[in-house]
Antibody
Framework: EVQLVESGGGVERPGGSLRLSCAAS????????MSWVRQAPGKGLEWVSI????????RYADSVKGRFTISRDNAKNSLYLQMNSLRAEDTAFYYC???????????????WGKGTTVTVSS | QSVLTQPPSVSAAPGQKVTISCSGS????????VSWYQHLPGTAPKLLIY???KRPSGIPDRFSGSKSGTSATLDITGLQTGDEADYYC???????????FGGGTKLTVL
């Protein structure tokens, strides 16, 4: 069964750091790009970041650029999101998602995890 | 404010058809493919449509998508109470070099 399981969420103070993980199973992880998407309380889905199959190419939403870093370990079938300089507005449910092969114009996410909650509060 | 524009809510009776629109620009919908997602908050979003009008395996043909110019549409026919959820359009924005979503549309089946 294809599965993505996020972990690492929690409560952190403004200015603090958290590292999210996403464990992938049931598919050949290094054949796929991976993304992070978040949903703040009462808001819609917000795209956060993408990393390509070999980690050589990454992109970020302007709202997290310079503060968040996406990475992957293909040997461990794992995706990560290092979140630094956290702000209250980073409070959200964070989802990892699988991105099928293809260039950017075909971008979509076909498998999603159930998410992990991040709360940034003093 | 979202890059893609969707109506905040739509509603229809069971068995009826509903249409959800998604409006963008030449840097996103106009030159890239559109996908649609069904989401109940706190659960994993589900892919309904990709490449403008293709359905993944397991998605019933009651769900269909189309695109024209800088706008896209999701049609849901034969509405069921289980279709009540939030629906999002998504695509790549070539100017932003980022993925983008619409603000989401809440579907109520009356």
């Amino acid at each position: 069964e294809v599965q993505l399981v996020e972990s690492g969420g929690g409560v952190e103070r403004p200015g603090g750091s958290l590292r999210l993980s996403c464990a992938a199973s049931g598919f050949t992880f290094d054949n796929y790009a991976m993304s992070w998407v978040r949903q703040a309380p009462g808001k819609g889905l917000e795209w956060v970041s993408i990393i390509y199959w070999n980690g050589g190419s990454t992109r970020y939403a302007d709202s997290v650029k310079g503060r968040f870093t996406i990475s992957r370990d293909n040997a461990k079938n794992s995706l990560y999101l290092q979140m630094n300089s956290l702000r209250a507005e980073d409070t959200a449910f964070y989802y990892c998602a699988r991105v099928p092969p293809g260039d950017y114009s075909y971008y979509y996410m076909d498998v999603w995890g159930k998410g992990t909650t991040v709360t940034v509060s003093s | 404010q979202s890059v893609l524009t969707q109506p905040p809510s739509v509603s229809a009776a069971p068995g009826q058809k509903v249409t959800i629109s998604c409006s963008g620009s030449s840097s996103n919908i106009g030159n890239n493919y559109v996908s649609w997602y069904q989401h109940l908050p706190g659960t994993a979003p589900k892919l309904l449509i990709y490449d403008n009008n293709k359905r993944p395996s397991g998605i019933p043909d009651r769900f269909s998508g189309s695109k024209s110019g800088t706008s896209a549409t999701l049609d849901i026919t034969g509405l069921q109470t289980g279709d009540e959820a939030d629906y999002y359009c998504g695509t790549w924005d070539s100017s932003l070099s980022a993925g983008v979503f619409g603000g989401g549309t809440k579907l109520t089946v009356l």
